[in-house]
């Protein structure tokens, strides 16, 4: 299927999905008739397709190798956050937990839908730009949701395999040779199109029309707005190690106490809630999240859900760590306590008209406040980071470093930082397997932990990044296997 005709047939996805789910968008969905040429003369049929988007990261499993909303278990085997039960029979997750890919058994993988929805994204912005029968101000906000999602497609690109093919047209001749591109190259094109995105988009969050603002305190927070992308912009700069910049951007989101502040640990993935920056509105009747109907582990235990935390994850939880309570739940099955990720915790209702309580939380304040004190920590700036460090483990009912370790050197307090990263935002988009590349821990850690998994293998440095499927290089003969495979 060509990247146009997928487009074409997403946009009839989301109009269907949309008109069950007025909340999203509030809009009428592009008819079935509506081709990639004439999406962008109307204010319904633009919006409907920059909405596509987050339909298809919403539908998703976070079990899904191919969707990156699909990291938040996907990335957790490839790490230390999960362990797979055997006995489930899924080969896929296999080997993914077992760090055993290679480009036979890896498919497409994240890779080839990543890169279609960035066709969606190309052919927005050309359409977009080139558009008159818009909106002005729909036109300008819908212009930076597309830089927005471009750059967030391509940081876990650069993430998940190193350098990568910088697709920025809809051009089919330049696309089916494309190289890869130096993963440097990719992150100043991440920068670029994040400060687009800022100036493009509104400080408020918008209703489906792309125009009208929620009232204060009812808004739903899932169109990406200036602060969502000020938020990427943070984490992006830490990854770069441009400290100072990534506690710039952290400041101007923690500054805004008026939208954004911590909430209580069981508010912290409702919907709407205060501390979300960018959330996913469910779109399947009778369900609230997708992480709560795959990680809740029914009284039975593991086996058609095959997944649950794994040692090495609840041996880091510190003492009296309200988060442990909070947040991991346990069954016992077969003689055997399994312990699962219980942040979200609607599984689902069996009544279709059921109140939705609970939203996929993409970005969140917590992380701002660790990204903060790690780029201080780095910059020296002790003090601030401990105040920074102590926001997270004051609401865990944790001491604080303040009081017990003020003293700490920056070495200790840079691990420190990153332990209540790990533990703040398990099993959430692909944190620990991101941040254990970053800070090079990954050879360290997971020469330790891929032999303790079923089958266990050694672990080769290669492996931290993804190969890349015999499809996608048989169709460019420009495109290069990630180093290793």
């Known amino acids: 299927m060509t990247c146009k005709r997928i487009f074409i047939w997403t946009l009839i996805f989301a109009s269907f999905l949309l008109s069950n789910c007025k909340k999203l968008v509030e809009i009428d969905g592009p008819a079935t008739s ?123 690109l650069a993430n998940l395999y190193d350098d990568v093919p910088l697709v920025l047209s809809t051009d089919y001749t330049v696309n089916a040779v494309i190289k890869r591109s130096a993963k440097a190259e990719v992150y100043n094109q991440i920068v670029t199109d994040l400060k687009a995105a800022q100036s493009l988009l509104s400080n408020d969050y918008l209703k489906g029309d792309g125009i009208t603002p929620y009232p204060s305190g009812s808004e739903e927070r899932v169109r990406p707005n200036k602060w969502a992308a000020t938020a990427l912009m943070a984490r992006t700069y830490l990854f770069m190690k441009d400290f100072a910049n ?64 794994s040692s090495e994850l609840l041996k880091d939880f510190g003492t009296g760590d309200r988060r442990k309570d909070n947040w991991v739940g346990s069954v016992n099955a077969n003689s055997t306590t399994y312990y699962y990720p219980c942040k979200y915790k609607v599984k689902r209702s069996s009544l279709t008209d059921a109140p939705v309580t609970e939203y996929s939380t993409i970005m969140r304040l917590a992380e701002l406040y660790l990204i903060r ?40 307090l840079i691990n420190l930082i990153l332990k209540e990263k790990r533990i703040e935002l398990f099993t959430e988009w692909g944190h ?19 032999p303790k998994k079923s089958n266990g293998g050694i672990w080769k440095s290669y492996q931290q990044y993804y190969p890349i ?7 460019n003969p420009n495109l290069t296997q990630t180093p290793g495979y």
């Open 432 to 450: 620990r397997w991101l941040d254990l590349k970053r800070t090079k821990q990954v050879d360290e850690i997971m020469s330790k932990v891929t």
């Open 34 to 156: 509506v081709s990639s040429k004439n999406v962008y003369n109307n204010d319904a049929t633009a919006v409907g397709a920059i909405t596509s988007l987050y339909v298809n990261l919403s539908k998703s499993s976070p079990l899904d190798p191919q969707e990156l909303s699909g990291l938040s278990g996907i990335a957790g085997l490839s790490a230390d956050e999960l362990d797979y039960y055997s006995g489930a029979g899924n080969s896929t997750l296999a080997v993914y937990y077992q760090n055993s890919l290679n480009s036979q058994n890896v498919y497409s993988g994240f890779w080839g839908t990543t890169y279609q929805r960035l066709y969606v994204v190309n052919a927005a912005l050309e359409g977009l730009g080139s558009s008159t029968g818009l909106t002005p101000i729909v036109k300008q906000h819908l212009m930076g949701e597309a830089r927005f999602m471009r750059a967030f497609y391509y940081f876990y």
């Open 246 to 309: 990534a506690e710039m951007q952290a400041s101007m989101v923690l500054a805004n106490t008026s939208e954004f502040q911590l909430e209580a640990l069981d508010k912290v993935f409702l919907k709407s809630n205060r501390e979300a920056i960018w959330q996913l509105q469910p779109t399947q009747l009778g369900f609230n999240t997708q992480e709560a109907s795959i990680f809740v582990l029914p009284p039975e235990g593991p086996g058609a859900y095959p997944v649950y935390l």
């Open 373 to 412: 004190a790690e780029s201080r920590a780095r910059l020296g700036n002790l003090v601030d980071a401990i105040s920074d460090l102590d926001q997270t483990r004051n609401r865990a009912g944790l001491p604080l470093i303040k009081d017990t370790n003020p003293n700490i050197n920056q070495e200790d």
């Open 469 to 475: 499927g015999t499809y996608e290089l048989q169709s």
